[in-house]
């Protein structure tokens, strides 16, 4: 069964600066891994879709790599700003199934 | 536009009833998905159904019962069999079962009164 996890829970950094979220995943099979975005009580926007195939994903201050034979993924954020303000959820699926996600990130920064 | 839509946003059950949440896709997706959201538990899965008539269960599938009769929609019922029904549920759709185009709702927030 694959289970999906993220490191760390909560994280606080002052606008402006790069950061990297973590998340790992116990079945390398997978088929699609994804990170999305959420603000508080709202539902889950789709930021970055990365293919098995492939080993990374980009838009705009973005970028998430993909190492299967790790089990792991991260998510880069560069030049932080009040507004990255929010929960960042991974997830992980195989051939055919649903999405698993892990617990999220929450992310705060300060102006 | 196309979306997802989830209703009522806001739903309150006494105990030993059973409560119907609403979730409806113009997207003209194949798959769609629930998911439960507690506190510090991330999104746990319910049910999916990746075509009509035909639907799965989830790790946490038990005192919940879906159905999939059209393809936009995929209500959820929440029965008495489930002991904490209290939680933000979320619909979400996709393009096929490769989960390409995840798309969720806006949620419904249930609370057992």
């Known amino acids: 069964k694959q289970e999906v996890t993220q490191i760390p829970a909560a994280l606080s950094v002052p606008e402006g600066e790069n950061l990297v979220l973590n998340c790992s995943f116990t079945?390398?099979?997978?088929?699609?891994l994804q990170w999305f975005r959420q603000d508080p009580g709202k539902g889950l926007t789709s930021l970055l879709l990365?293919?098995?195939?492939?080993r990374e994903q980009t838009s705009g201050r973005l970028n998430a790599s993909l190492d299967k034979s790790s089990g792991r993924s991260t998510l880069y954020i560069a030049a932080s700003q009040p507004g990255d303000s929010a929960t960042y959820l991974c997830?992980?699926?195989?051939?055919?199934?649903?999405?698993?996600f892990g617990k999220g990130t929450t992310l705060s920064v300060s102006s | 536009d196309g979306g997802i839509t989830q209703s009522p946003k806001y739903l309150f059950r006494k105990e030993g009833q059973n409560v119907t949440l609403s979730c409806e896709q113009n997207?003209?997706?194949?798959?769609m998905y629930w998911y439960r959201q507690d506190p510090g538990q991330g999104l746990r899965l319910i049910y999916y159904?990746?075509?009509?008539?035909?639907?799965q269960k989830g790790d946490i599938a038990e005192g919940y019962s879906v159905s999939r009769e059209k393809k936009e929609s995929f209500p959820l019922t929440v029965t008495s069999a489930q002991k904490n029904p209290t939680a933000f549920y979320l619909c979400?759709?996709?393009?096929?079962?490769?989960?390409?185009?995840?798309?969720f709702g806006s949620g419904t927030r249930l609370t057992v009164v």
């Open positions: 979400a759709s996709s393009i096929d079962r490769g989960g390409y185009g995840y798309t």
């Open positions: 159904s990746q075509i009509v008539n035909d639907f």
């Open positions: 997207l003209n997706h194949d798959a």
């Open positions: 990365i293919q098995s195939s492939q």
């Open positions: 079945d390398s099979a997978i088929y699609n």
């Open positions: 997830a992980a699926n195989q051939a055919g199934t649903a999405l698993i």
